[in-house]
């Protein structure tokens, strides 16, 4: 128990302030990562972890971190946070609860005056989203040793841009070698994105681990003609092979394993005319489940699956897989901290899996970890429509507060 508590007006206040920043007429935000609208959002960020007294370090990846000394300088820091940059015309929540949230209980703490045995640190790593940059998660993925720095530099956006550089740009590649600290736990608040908690009526869900994941690029290469003389057994359409393989996704989730989901969700044609048969398609796949043998089973399908489709339409094609991310249950200890919380809290709650990609799922490798999920209503989550009703979020940080401040005693 803790006599500390979230002060819902300054937490609302920031949060309406910060999604200022790149906010969009619909009523969402385009901060994608590196942009302009993510430096000036990080800049906030850095300006009010200072305010709160903060001891802020920026590492090499870019990923934020704020320091709250503890009574016991020699024992393990708590770390919890999550990420500000979004996708492109993405919510407002995605990421910034957990990092408002994040600095909101270390305030929470200041205002009562109360002094943990363990450091706190909180964090916004740098590009969770993977929409300009992939592979997402790959600030925590190189603070966990997932990925080396040079790779993550190496990423390029569509249009040539490499990470790296654009990290200088922006003036965020810090100093500090991205490497991990030494830590006693994570925590990360973050909004479900799915309609789970919502039909349930509970406004807490405790996280027992994030499903695993397989991203890929394909190609399929035929021949660009005439839409109107050349008869269609004469064609080498590259979007038909696309077609055929989209809805061999949605078969292939229907049959292997009840939690699969897949989607085709970028897609490139050329040369992308009304009247011209296209010639080169390139398009992402990504397939999610909490079981991984689940995730082999499909990836195994699709590639039949497109050399089938390239056979059939007498096309050339190209297959990467370029992430794969394994589901990894979290830490017991850490589940159970989070429940006990959301009890003390006085909270209805339930268990449940992410289907989408977090960075504790990375931190998960390397210290014990779990996750704090307030419902979306309607289960809406990478649109600008994203929406949490405000006291759940509100409820999802004083669960936080509680968990951090049972695990920051020694
Ligand atoms: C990114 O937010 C993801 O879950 O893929
Ligand atoms: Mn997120
Ligand atoms: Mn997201
Ligand atoms: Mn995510």
């Excluded at 946070?81 to 305030?107: I, K, M, P, T």
């Excluded at 080396?148 to 810090?174: C, P, S, T």
């Excluded at 660009?224 to 809805?247: E, Y």
């Excluded at 005319?273 to 489940?289: C, G, K």
């Amino acid at each position: 128990m803790t006599d500390a508590t979230i002060d819902e007006r300054r937490f609302r206040d920031r949060f309406d302030e910060f999604n200022e920043i790149g906010a969009t007429d619909a009523g969402g935000v385009n901060r994608p990562s590196l942009s302009d609208e993510n430096k000036r959002a990080r800049d906030l960020l850095v300006e009010w972890f200072r305010d709160a007294g903060l001891e802020v370090r920026i590492d090499e990846m870019g990923n934020i971190f704020g320091r709250r000394e503890g009574r016991d300088p020699e024992a393990d820091a708590v770390l919890f946070g999550s990420h500000v940059d979004s996708q492109y015309n993405g919510g407002r929540y995605d990421g910034v609860v957990g990092v408002l949230s994040a600095l909101e209980v270390v305030e929470a703490f200041d205002d009562a005056g109360i002094e943990t045995d363990r450091p706190l640190e909180i964090v916004a790593w740098s590009n969770e989203e993977g929409v300009r940059f992939q592979p997402d998660m790959l600030g925590s993925g190189v603070y966990t040793g997932v990925f080396d720095l040079e790779y993550a530099y190496d990423r390029e956006d569509k249009d040539g841009n490499r990470f790296g550089d654009e990290l200088e740009r922006i003036g965020y590649k810090g100093e500090e070698p991205c490497e991990p600290d030494d830590l006693h736990c994570y925590f990360e608040v973050h909004v479900e994105q799915g309609p789970f908690l919502e039909r349930a009526d509970l406004s807490v869900g405790v996280v027992e681990g994030v499903f695993g994941f397989s991203w890929m690029n394909v190609a399929f290469e035929g021949q660009a003609n005439h839409a109107g003389p050349t008869p269609m057994n004469m064609r080498h359409d590259a979007f038909v092979a696309t077609a055929d393989v989209t809805k061999a996704v949605r078969e292939i989730t229907a049959t292997e394993g009840t939690d699969l989901v897949g989607t085709v969700g970028s897609v490139d044609v050329w040369p992308n005319a009304i009247n011209v048969i296209p010639e080169r398609v390139e398009f992402t796949l990504d397939f999610r489940s909490y079981d991984n043998a689940v995730v082999d089973a499909a990836l195994e399908r699709i590639q039949d699956e497109i050399e089938w489709a390239a056979e059939r339409e007498g096309l050339e094609y190209e297959f990467e897989e370029i992430m794969r991310v394994d589901a990894d249950p979290f830490d017991d200890e850490c589940i159970e901290t989070v429940a006990q919380a959301a009890e003390d809290a006085g909270c209805e709650y339930t268990r449940l899996v992410s289907g989408a990609g977090h960075d504790a799922n990375y931190l998960n490798k390397i210290t014990p970890t779990s996750m704090i999920f307030a419902p979306s209503v309607d289960g809406i989550s990478h649109r600008e429509s994203e929406y949490t009703e405000w006291e759940d979020v509100v409820t999802g940080a004083e669960v936080l507060l509680r968990a951090v401040n049972e695990q920051a005693s020694t």
